[in-house]
């Protein structure tokens, strides 16, 4: 599903000294598995994430996603590219706050003219997540784990073949932050792959295999399983 090869990202930071993140980095996530990337803010966790999304650029060496090469794709095509293979969820959900929960799902539909069909694949997301019965409500009457999977649902409306995750449970409690985690590794056992970017013991111990990211390198580590084991 995704094969990186020596990704170097470079940038200037506020006293003009460049910064490589990504120093000759490589990964390679096969079809259907589930990925966590740890490491501590700034370590260019969200660097790599964007990179592999094509939301980013800027950057040298080769990155492709499900058989799409990224290099040279122009704007449109890096566009069409997102939607039709990657969902993005991030840690601040990024929902339209006067938009009800099933609007905000339609949202990648509304490039176009809304349809019948595309509402109700956006109610039938919702009732993946578990939250139908909420569909007309607006964000801010719904919890901080709600708000996380309409989120969710919102990725999954154009049936991407990859999901990416920005610190998913970095704005959730415990219990909550639990209830996201196994919705992942429901989606994970339906074949969709994960990956999810995070510093969070109990994201990581919910994958099937941990890189870290350390001095813009990945190192594979042993995965331990949270406490209870996992599904």
Known sequence: MIRARDIVKEYH????????????LSLEVEQGDFVAVVGPSGSGKSTLLHLLGGLDV???????VG???LRGLRDQELARFRNSHVGFVFQSFHLIPNLSAVENVLMPSHFGAESLDARKRAEAMLDRVGLLAKKDRAPVRLSGGERQRVAIARALFTDPKLLLC??????????????????FHELHREGLTVLAVTHE???????RRVLRLKEGKLVEEPVRPAPGGTP
């Open 67 to 69: 058989g799409v090469k």
């Open 13 to 24: 930071d506020g006293d003009g000294t460049l910064v490589r993140v990504l120093d000759g």
């Open 201 to 207: 013991e109990r994201m990581s111990s919910a994958a």
């Open 58 to 64: 800027h950057y040298t060496g080769d990155v492709e």
């Open 166 to 183: 920005d610190e998913p449970t970095g704005n959730l409690d415990a219990a909550t932050g639990a209830g996201v985690i196994q919705l």
